[in-house]
């Protein structure tokens, strides 16, 4: 059998001609079985697994990880055991987390499978029976009805009322209302295509027969589960930067030590002191501690972020969330609440607007600038009881907690729920009202009379029939038109003022039913449709909606003022996207939005141009979110996908950052994201992005306190060799300072908190080194302070000519201007006493720790052995807080002539 993906666009009999099967008997038992062979069974299917072992090895191959293991071995020939042991237990903490990052990465396609039907009916030799769905094959006639999960995808030979939950595909918050006939248009979207029904959607009312189109790998599900495994992870920007600087530091390290070693050695020193002496340079100069600084670093920012409802499940995207600079969002469920609400009602002449949140039945009605009491105005009031009773949904409380109700929820179709709960807070109460007026009759809704009627009992002899559907189409019905007075008739004038409402509210993507009625004396059972619904009055419009969140518009200002464009990609109408966008201010009033359909004529270099400009698109299928996101990236863009559906699972792999909803979100997508939302609210991501610049920014602080500190004593060792003097450390002495510096202070750098204006900032580019903007000057010039003050303390203490005081007085100086600069690195624009001597208690306390480890070094007498250090005096420890504290004041001195010149050199260019 060929493939076809216009299926829809065929006749049911030709359908089931190229499916070489009989609507009726379905096929035979061993033509099931042979095309069993030829197509395989009905299930997804996954790339060959790396084995655990494989990938925990593989976690060896960085640059970083090879550097450290040189490190340590480097130590372990100096016998500094505790280096030792302590990178090596780096390294295995890397390998490991990397190592469950990575086996977690692919259970998006078991998520998938889960996804999938169980079971199936379906007709085989004639009979139907219960088959298990992994065994259905092209060909198979299925039978489906309420409750049902669809088991592949099918085209419909017979729907009765048959509607489908299809939102995980298209991310419509309505189920789908399908039909048997032909489409002529062979281009349609799968949310158009209302006369298929796909694998792993819910059938929510109704009955159908469909012949099996394709299955497995075949179906749209199918489909997904190949984009998620041909997804390819990438190196996040952080990584990316850490990877390059690793490389420089050992290349530069290498180059400098061997100098020192080289100049030592023509100066006459002995080749085992300065062999141990550039070792020890080596060891301090590779800032070992920084993956490890930098897991913490993402840990404490993992911490604060579930706090703020945000849940990470991948450690380095924190920091990615910090370049974020476009979020491409979902509608339904993520800027939208997902729940359709009943927002303007026209009857009587009259619009009246409903305010309320979610399926709570509670809200006001307003005419104009006035709230109304619904119970007072007869035409809302019979409007809002008639579209209550003529209806198959109920409202249902599904959490309370201590009697306060907290959670209300819908049973059935999500738009005739919103009539209920539209009821509900005009204080109708539908269980009461259905109790007054018993149903007797109920003629169903379908595609061809775009109507439902129900006749109800109101006393012995007489029924009210209640009519609701497409608001042209029961208005032919009507007669009569209910206002304040009564009822009257139907003029002209009348009629095209109802149409000319049911306009405007389409206009705003409102999904607009048309509510008539009328009582009569009570009808036989055989009664005819005509007969039920003719001579009506017609009542009143209800315009509906899936509203956004309250706190969505705000949330994408902040985004807007932080330079993060927000993208909308849904797989609703056109129309209803817009409207959304524009109530956000996503969208312009002249903005365009682009549909799936036009994506398919775009070629991929074009697209790129367009996603540039494009805030909106609609009607798109997975693998156009998947094209939406490459474009963006491919223009150097840093993007966050998020979303809640299965058909969102490949896109939100793709981004750089992947986040989906936790609360309505599938397992599928929490799998291939990065980030959940615990509380699916689109404003968590803001906060999340706050936390991941925050974070980045503490990066930046601990790799200029590292690297400058390090400079500072190569640079120490480098100029003494030049300048022809003793070594001014030894290398013990060396590693000491290293073990005293590189702890405990620049992990208390890591936890330091958000400045304030961190989100009026721009976001950094994806292809920024971790040195931009300035950073490289600050390392390379507090670097050479602290030489200089180390240099000029041991220079003038060989002057009396006792080079042990002159070494301890080099120790101390060196260490004590590391801990006077960690202040500084606590902020690239602000100096200490704007920020606060304490407002990092825990750098304060590291500090101090630190102080009495050098303190111990100086004093106690076994450590004065393995050192080589002598204990000073006040008047050196004067000298050596004076030498210190200079590297902070140049450093301040440095920074405020090089703001002043920028200044003015901006006046200049402006002027």
Not at 286 to 313: C, D, F, N
Not at 382 to 405: F, I, M, R, S
Not at 435 to 459: H, N, W
Not at 564 to 583: F, K, L, N, W, Y
Request: charged share 20%.
């Amino acid at each position: 059998m060929a493939e076809n993906s216009t299926w829809h666009a065929l006749e049911d009999t030709e359908v089931c001609a190229r499916c070489r099967t009989n609507p009726a008997d379905g096929l035979a038992t061993a033509e099931a079985k042979r095309r069993q062979q030829e197509y395989g069974a009905n299930e997804l299917t996954e790339k060959e697994a790396v084995s655990p072992l494989v990938l925990f090895l593989s976690q060896f191959k960085d640059f970083m990880v090879l550097v450290l293991a040189g490190a340590a071995v480097l130590s372990g020939i100096l016998g500094e055991i505790a280096d030792t042991v302590a990178i090596l237990a780096i390294i295995v903490l890397n390998a490991v987390l990397g190592f469950v990052q990575e086996y977690r990465a692919e259970k998006s396609i078991a998520a998938l499978k889960k996804m999938a039907a169980p079971t199936a009916k379906a007709v085989r030799d004639g009979t139907v029976g219960e088959i298990e769905a992994r065994d259905l094959v092209p060909g198979d006639i299925v039978l489906l009805e309420a409750g049902d999960r669809v088991p592949a995808d099918a085209r419909l030979i017979e729907a009765a009322a048959l509607n489908v939950d299809e939102s995980m595909l298209t991310g419509e918050s309505s189920a789908s209302r399908k039909h048997a006939l032909p489409l002529l248009d062979g281009e349609l979207s799968i949310g158009d295509r209302k006369n298929m029904v796909y694998m792993g959607t819910n059938v929510t009312d109704g009955r159908g027969r469909a012949v099996v189109v394709a299955t497995g790998m075949k179906t749209e599900m199918g489909r997904i589960a190949d984009l998620i495994q041909a997804v390819e992870e990438e190196m996040t920007p952080l990584q990316q930067r850490l990877e390059q600087l690793g490389k420089w530091l050992v290349y530069g390290c290498i180059l400098v030590c061997l100098i020192v070693v080289g100049t030592g050695l023509l100066r006459g020193e002995p080749l085992l002191t300065m062999v141990l002496a550039g070792v020890s340079l080596a060891v301090a100069a590779i800032p070992e501690g920084l993956p490890a600084i930098v897991t913490v670093a993402l840990a404490v920012g993992v911490q604060r972020m579930i706090k703020r409802k945000a849940l990470v499940r991948k450690l380095p995207a924190v920091e990615t969330l910090g370049c974020t600079n476009v979020i491409c969002s979902d509608k339904t469920g993520t800027l939208t609440e997902n729940k359709m609400t009943v927002r303007k009602i026209y009857t009587g002449g009259k619009l009246y607007y409903v305010s309320g949140v979610g399926y709570l039945p509670q809200g006001t009605f307003t005419l104009g600038e006035d709230t109304i009491d619904p119970q007072k105005a007869r035409p809302l009031l019979k409007t809002l009881e008639y579209g209550a009773l003529c209806n198959n949904a109920a409202l249902q409380v599904e959490a309370a907690d201590g009697g306060a109700y907290e959670h209300w929820g819908i049973l059935g179709d999500p738009t005739e729920g919103s009539l209920l709960v539209a009821a509900g807070k005009a204080g109708i109460r539908p269980d009461d009202l259905q109790t007054r007026y018993p149903r007797q009759l109920e003629i169903p809704f379908d595609s061809t009379r775009k109507r439902m009627s129900v006749a109800c009992a109101d006393g012995e002899r007489d029924q009210i029939v209640c009519v609701k559907g497409a608001p042209d189409l029961v208005l032919d019905l009507c007669r009569e038109l209910l206002t304040e007075d009564g009822s009257r008739p139907l003029s002209a004038a009348d009629r095209r003022e109802i149409l000319t409402a049911n306009e405007n509210m389409a206009k705003e993507a409102l999904r607009v039913l048309a509510v008539a009625g009328k009582r009569i004396s009570k009808l036989a059972p055989d009664t005819a449709p005509e007969a039920v619904e003719s001579e009506l009055v017609f009542y009143g419009l209800a315009g509906m909606i899936d509203p956004p969140r309250l706190e969505v518009k705000k949330a994408v200002t902040r985004c807007r003022e932080a330079g993060i464009g927000v993208v909308m990609i849904t797989g609703d109408h056109p129309t209803t996207a817009s409207a959304i966008a524009r109530e956000i201010e996503l969208l312009d009033t002249g903005g365009a939005v682009l549909t799936g359909m036009e994506l398919e004529k775009i070629p991929d270099g074009e697209l790129q141009e367009r996603v540039a400009r494009t805030t909106v698109f609609a009607r798109v299928s997975p693998h156009h979110k998947l094209r939406i996101v490459k474009a963006l990236e491919a223009n150097g863009q840093v993007v966050a996908m998020t979303g809640d559906g299965v058909n969102d699972a490949p896109a939100v792999k793709e981004a750089g950052i992947g986040i989906a909803m936790g609360v309505t979100g599938t397992d599928v997508t929490k799998e291939a994201s990065a980030m959940v939302l615990l509380d699916d609210n689109f404003a968590t991501i803001v906060a999340a992005v706050e936390e991941g610049r925050a974070i980045y920014a503490n990066i930046r602080k601990f790799i200029r306190y590292l690297l400058s500190c390090n400079t500072g004593e190569v640079l120490t060792m480098f100029l003494a060799a030049l300048l022809r003097l003793p070594l001014p450390l030894l290398p013990i002495q060396i590693l000491w300072v290293n073990l005293v510096t590189d702890g405990l202070p620049a992990l208390a750098l890591g936890v330091d908190p958000a400045g304030r204006d961190i989100m009026r900032e721009p976001p950094r580019g994806s292809g920024e080194s971790v040195f931009a903007r300035g950073l490289s000057r600050k390392i390379l010039t507090r670097g050479i302070f602290i030489s200089c003050a180390t240099l000029g303390v041991f220079a003038y203490t060989l002057a009396t000519g006792d080079l042990g005081k002159a070494r301890t007085l080099a120790f101390a100086t060196l260490i004590m201007a590391q801990l006077f600069h960690v202040f500084d690195c606590r902020s690239e624009h602000q100096f200490i006493w704007q920020l606060g001597l304490f407002g990092n208690t825990y750098l304060v306390a590291a500090v101090a720790i630190s102080e009495m480890l050098l303190l111990a070094a100086v004093y106690v007498p076994f450590l004065q052995t393995v050192f080589a250090t002598v204990p000073l005096v006040a008047a050196d420890w004067l000298l050596v807080v004076l030498a210190a504290a200079s590297v902070s004041g140049l450093g301040w001195a440095t920074e405020t002539m090089t703001a002043f010149f920028r200044r003015r050199q901006l006046t200049r260019r402006q002027a």
